[in-house]
């Protein structure tokens, strides 16, 4: 499977992803404006993980079709995605400790798990920019996103049918 393929796929799936989140919100306790903060947090991290793996795919395919060599893209799209983390999981720190003291369906232990997760593929892809210039971390980190995007659906899933809290 060529890289152009794969990032195309990530595409599409993000959009999947994103565009389902809108039906997860018309359902359930959400459709009648109850809406927990936990719940407004994950939607937001929902389609901030989907339309970050759609950029930076996009920004692959991008850097490909103005012919830049491989190396070069992979290093410009493993810095950026490494920028992208430290700008965006700093403040969600912030905010899980915050929805950590204040919510009760809030659950700190999946939150810190993914921000380790994502630092750790942050690690990597500075390391992929500085040092390898190889495509399978850029990749692995879209794949991240998507995972995480997809994680933070199935949880909302969860919520749109649960009762909501007395």
Do not use: H
């Amino acid at each position: 499977m060529q890289f152009e393929q794969v990032f195309t796929s990530a595409i599409e799936a993000g959009i999947a992803v994103a565009g389902f989140s809108g039906i997860v919100v018309v359902l359930g306790r959400r459709a009648e404006g109850q809406w927990s903060p936990s719940d407004r947090v994950r939607v937001t991290l929902l389609l901030q993980t989907s339309f970050a793996a759609i950029g930076l795919s996009f920004l692959a395919l991008a850097l490909d079709g103005a012919g830049m060599a491989e190396p070069t893209i992979w290093r410009v799209g493993s810095t950026c995605y490494a920028l992208y983390a430290v700008l965006a999981v700093v403040p969600r720190v912030r905010l899980f400790r915050t929805m950590a003291d204040t919510d009760p369906s809030f659950a700190p232990t999946l939150a810190k798990g993914l921000v380790v997760v994502v630092f750790s593929v942050a690690a990597l892809q500075a390391y992929n920019a500085v040092v390898l210039g190889v495509g399978w971390p850029f990749a692995l980190a879209v794949i991240v996103e998507l995972v995480v995007a997809l994680a933070v659906f199935v949880r909302l899933l969860q919520g749109a049918w649960s009762q909501p809290a007395a």
